[in-house]
């Protein structure tokens, strides 16, 4: 099994307490993984469309580091980054879920 996208590091980085650097390498971090998992779900499209929502999220994600609403913006990438964890644990569809984060 894959390793979960929603972690230990992913959750200090929510953290208010968490310094920006640190937030910004697990963001990093977390798009890294994203792509190496895009060349293995070539083939599936629900996990790609998955990905790239989790990719769109996480990219919208760093640029309110700092500001009032990153908190909204975490929450947002976490919940895509839980569907991702669930389709890869299950390997089913969740169909009929528009991305939040485009």
């Known amino acids: 099994m894959t ?5 230990f590091n992913w ?11 640190q937030v910004v390498n697990t963001i990093v971090s977390k798009l890294i993984q994203l792509c190496e998992l895009s060349v293995a779900a070539e083939e599936m499209p629900d996990i790609m469309r998955q990905i790239l929502t989790c990719q769109s999220c996480l990219h919208n994600l ?3 580091i700092g500001e009032a609403d990153f908190t909204h913006y975490f929450y947002l990438a976490d919940v895509e980054l839980e569907k991702l964890d669930g389709l890869l644990e299950t390997g089913e569809s969740e169909q009929g879920n528009d991305p939040e984060c485009y």
């Open 3 to 7: 390793k979960p996208y929603v972690d």
């Open 11 to 21: 959750a200090i980085a929510g953290s208010a307490d968490t310094p920006q650097e």
């Open 62 to 64: 760093k640029s309110h």
